[in-house]
C-alpha cells in the first residue's frame, strides 16, 4: 500500500508540472502550432487529423488558428506557440531581421494563389485597387509583378489583415481586384471571379511565395526530437494527400479548416506542396551549406522588398539570413531517422 501511495503522489506531481505523457504518444507536453484555416488541408492539420501520424510526435499537438503570417510570427515571439506552419516568406523574413529567434525546418509548399478580377477588367492596365494581405508572401508576389509590369505607383493597392476581409471587400465591390491564396480563390470564382495571373507565373520572374515550417530557436534547442519527429510527419503527410489514398487523410482534416470535406478534397489534391525530391535543394545548396540553397536567395529577395516596404532596416548578409534556415531535421529524416 504505501508503495501504491507514494506512485499515486509521483504521477500527480508529474501531472501538475506538465511531465505525464500526452495524448498520442506524447511525452514532451502539448505542441501548439500557429495555423491558416481555409478550404487547402496544410500538414499540420492532416497530422493532426490521423491518429497515424499523431501518434509518431512526442507531443500532444494543438493547433490554433492564426489569420496571417505577420501575426502568427508576431504570436511565436511572444509564446502563444513555438510552431507555425504554412507561414510565407516576408513574415519569416521580417520576422528574424527584427531579431525573433526562429528557425525554418522544412518548406512545405508554394503558393497557389491568382489575382482575382470582376467583369471590368480584361488586362493589367485596367487594375485600379488591388487588396492583399499586408506583409506577406502574396504582398511579395503582388508588388514584384506590378513591378514587371511597368505599373508601381499606378495602382492602389489596399493592405488587409486578413484573407477573409478582402475577399469580403472584392465580394462587396470596394476593389476591383483581390491577389489571393487558392483557399479563397474557390469561393471567389463562385461570385464571378475569374484570374488575370496565377502566382506559378509571376515565380517564374524570381517573386517566389514559399510556405514553411518555422519553429522557434528555444523550442528546437529543448525539444529536438519533438521537432523531428514533426517534420517526418508533416513531409508524410504531404505525400499522403496526393496519393491514391489521399482522400482518406484530408477529411478528417476538414473539421480544423472551417470547410466541408468535399471542399477540402477539392482544394488540396492539387496544391503544389514541394515534392520530397526537391525538398532539400530549398534547405541546402550542392555544397551541402544552407547559405548555397534556394530558401536563402529567396530570403535575399525577400528582404530587399521587406526594406522598400519599411518592414526591415538592412537586407541580412548570407551568412546571417542562413543562420535561420535548419535543413539537420530532413537530413536525419532521409538517412532513416523517422518512424
Known amino acids: 500500500m504505501p508503495d501504491k501511495r507514494l506512485a499515486a503522489a509521483i504521477a500527480l506531481v508529474l501531472a501538475a508540472t506538465g511531465c505525464a505523457g500526452a495524448a498520442g504518444g506524447g511525452t514532451a507536453g502539448p505542441l501548439r502550432i500557429g495555423y491558416f484555416q481555409g478550404a487547402v488541408a496544410g500538414p499540420e492539420s492532416v497530422v493532426a487529423a490521423n491518429e497515424e501520424l499523431a501518434s509518431k510526435v512526442p507531443a500532444r499537438i494543438e493547433l490554433r488558428p492564426i489569420d496571417s ?6 504570436q511565436l515571439r511572444a509564446g502563444a506557440f513555438p510552431v507555425v506552419s504554412g507561414v510565407g516568406n516576408p513574415p519569416f523574413v521580417g520576422a528574424f531581421t527584427n ?3 526562429v528557425r525554418v ?3 512545405e509548399s508554394l ?9 471590368e477588367i480584361e488586362s493589367p492596365s485596367d487594375l485600379k485597387k488591388i487588396g492583399v494581405l499586408v506583409g506577406s508572401t502574396l504582398d511579395f508576389q503582388l508588388r514584384g509583378w506590378l513591378k514587371e ?4 505607383g499606378k495602382v492602389q493597392i489596399a493592405s488587409f489583415a486578413s484573407e477573409a476581409a478582402e475577399a469580403a471587400a472584392w465580394k462587396a465591390g470596394k476593389i476591383d481586384a483581390v491577389f489571393i491564396s487558392q483557399a479563397f480563390l474557390l469561393e471567389l470564382r463562385r461570385h464571378g471571379a475569374r484570374v488575370l495571373v496565377g ?17 522557434s530557436g528555444a523550442y528546437i534547442r529543448q525539444n529536438p526530437q519533438a521537432v523531428q519527429a514533426l517534420v517526418c510527419q508533416i513531409s508524410r ?3 499522403l494527400v496526393k496519393g491514391p489514398q489521399g482522400e482518406r487523410y484530408i477529411r478528417p482534416a476538414a473539421r480544423f479548416l472551417g470547410v466541408r470535406p468535399e471542399d477540402a478534397v477539392e482544394a488540396t489534391r ?3 506542396y514541394i515534392p520530397a525530391a526537391e525538398e532539400t535543394s530549398w534547405l541546402k545548396g550542392p555544397d551541402g551549406r544552407a547559405a548555397s540553397g534556394r530558401l536563402v536567395q529567396n530570403f535575399r529577395l525577400t528582404a530587399e522588398f521587406l526594406v522598400s516596404q519599411g518592414r526591415a532596416k538592412t537586407v541580412p548578409g548570407t551568412e546571417q539570413i542562413a543562420a535561420h534556415v535548419d535543413p539537420t531535421f530532413w537530413d536525419k529524416a532521409q538517412a532513416g531517422g523517422c518512424k
Open 111 to 119: 503558393d497557389q494563389s491568382g489575382l482575382a478580377v470582376n467583369d
Open 149 to 152: 509590369q511597368g505599373l508601381t
Open 270 to 272: 492539387n496544391y503544389p
Open 199 to 215: 502566382s506559378a507565373e509571376i515565380a517564374e520572374k524570381g517573386y517566389a511565395a514559399v510556405n514553411l515550417l518555422a519553429v
Open 99 to 101: 531579431g525573433t529567434d
Open 69 to 74: 503570417g505577420v501575426a502568427g510570427m508576431a
Open 105 to 107: 525546418v522544412f518548406a
Open 237 to 239: 503527410a504531404q505525400t
